[in-house]
């Protein structure tokens, strides 16, 4: 389970930019100890999360995309503080890339929970999650209907 896990991860950036049933959310620790969350899908994934019409231009749909992952991704440390998402960007292409950065995540980090029911409309949507704490070894899981498979 862990190789094909590893090799689902590895594949993501290609597999991402054609096919709308896959979707990463990494969770990364910059050398500042800032933290920053980065979410990849293909353009007609965050497409479907919307309903036709619902946006006539690329800034209006790039907001409303913001919104939806800010209400639907949550993250909880050291199982009291939450964290929250602030000052989101969105790139778009065939495979687009939203970031946020993440603020109230502790220096000390026992253990973290990440939600994220963004995609779960979507019929078998997998989501890799990879968390990559500063001086810890890489941790990837897969999510499927928000569910956490290790």
């Known amino acids: 389970m862990r190789a ?16 709308a ?45 913001l919104a939806h992952l800010a209400r639907h991704i949550s993250i909880r440390c050291n199982g009291t503080t ?3 998402l602030e000052a989101g960007s969105m790139r778009l292409g065939p495979e687009s890339t939203v970031l946020f950065r993440v603020i109230g995540i502790p220096p000390v980090l026992h253990n973290i929970e990440v ?5 779960q409309n979507l ?12 001086g810890v070894a890489q941790q990837q899981f897969v999510l499927i209907k928000n569910i956490l498979y290790t």
Request: glycine residues 2%.
């Open 4 to 19: 094909l896990l590893f090799l689902l991860v590895l594949s993501a950036s290609s597999t991402v930019a054609h096919h």
């Open 21 to 65: 049933d896959f979707s990463s959310t990494t969770l990364m620790e910059q050398q500042d100890g800032t933290w920053l969350l980065q979410v990849k899908a293909a353009l007609a994934t965050f497409e479907y999360t919307q309903p036709p019409g619902s946006f006539q231009t690329p800034d209006a749909f790039k907001n409303l995309i």
């Open 82 to 84: 939450t964290a929250t």
């Open 115 to 119: 939600s994220n029911s963004s995609f």
């Open 123 to 134: 019929y078998q949507h997998l989501i890799a999650l990879i968390v990559l704490p500063q």
